[in-house]
Structure formats: C-alpha cells, structure tokens
C-alpha cells in the first residue's frame, strides 16, 4: 500500500473510471470486491459489487486521511430488483434497496450479521473462512436479490457508511428454515 496517497490524489483529481470489472484508478489500478453467496452450503455463486462513493470516501479517508478507522462492519441482503449506483449511502440503502430487516418474513438474526475478515493477503481482504449465516424464516418464501456492507449492526439502519452493495446476476430463492451464507471479499491491485 506504498502508493496510496498517489491513489488518493488521483481520485480527488477525477483521475478515475467505474467499470463493470471495478474502480480504475489512473488507468492503471484497479479497486473490485465480490460477494460469494449460497443456500445450505450448495450452489455457490460469486457476483461483482460496486462501491458507492461513499464507500470510496470513506476508505481513502481512513487510510490515508484523518478519518477514524471503523472497526466492524456488516452485511445486508436485500429483496428489491435494483442495481446499486455511486450515489447510494448508508441512509437511503435501506429504501432503495428494499432490505431485507423482518424476522418473521426474512431472517431470524436480531441485527445484521458481522463481516469477519481475515488478514490481508495479496492485496484481498475478506471472510470467506467465515461467512456470515443468514438463518432465513418466512410462511413461504422470499428472494434475495443482492447484498451491501455496511458499518452499522441495525436492520434498516440509516447511520453510518455504506462501503459496497450488490445485486446478484440472479435472485436466490430461500425458504424458512435455510442457512444463506454470505461472504465479501475486497481487493487492490496493480493493472
């Protein structure tokens, strides 16, 4: 991470694509997290995240600027057919996103379930060795149709940093009694 107030200078000057690969700094660096998904351990899927510029705010911020350091943060699933775009924020997630918060016709965790990264690694960081688990409860079913991370616990809350969203190339169906497994992983590399 040597280069990171380059990095920042760069995005502060506008110096910056979005792609549907990821963020392409200076032509040259590329920032793209995933999200790794399934029901019951089966049918694993992986689907591209954007992060919001808040996300990128935040993240350049607390590394290189005087932005203190969040230390935990958590994952939210979502129901509405909606692509995520730079604009969205902690606050206005909940509705655009149509987040999935009800523990009779969702999940039965009382709050977000915590992203628990491991080390650093090649430039990725993530918890794909500890997925978080969605203990899925409904009469029928419901769809999950993306995810975010977001720094706050709160179902629905509106506080705090939105730092990626998703929606997942294809809604997953789940059913009451289900374990939907989610992990996240992030990375910076050199193009």
């Known amino acids: 991470m040597k280069h990171m107030k380059e990095i920042a200078k760069f995005i502060d000057n506008g110096d910056y694509v979005e792609t549907d690969g990821g963020l392409l700094i200076h032509g040259a660096i590329m920032g793209r997290g995933r999200y790794i998904h399934s029901v019951n351990g089966k049918d694993e899927q992986v689907d591209h995240n954007l992060i919001p510029t808040e996300g990128i705010t935040y ?3 607390a590394a ?3 932005t203190s350091k969040i230390s935990t943060w ?3 699933v979502f129901s509405a057919a909606v692509t995520p775009v730079a ?3 902690a606050t206005n997630f909940p509705s655009n996103a149509a987040e999935i918060t009800s523990s009779s ?3 039965s965790n009382a ?3 915590a992203w628990t990264p491991g080390s650093v690694s090649a430039g990725v960081i993530g918890n794909l ?3 978080a688990v969605f203990t899925i409860y409904c009469t029928t079913s419901i769809n999950i149709s993306g995810a975010a991370l977001l720094s706050s616990n709160t179902k629905g809350g509106t506080s705090g940093v939105l730092a990626s969203a998703s929606r997942f190339g294809t809604a997953r169906t789940v059913n009451t009694g289900d374990a939907f497994e989610l992990g996240y992983e992030v990375e910076l590399i050199d193009t």
């Open 59 to 61: 993240i350049l911020g």
């Open 111 to 113: 709050t977000r379930p």
């Open 129 to 131: 060795s500890s997925k």
């Open 64 to 66: 290189l600027g005087a």
């Open 74 to 76: 958590y994952l939210a």
């Open 105 to 107: 016709e969702g999940y």
């Open 87 to 89: 604009g969205w924020t």
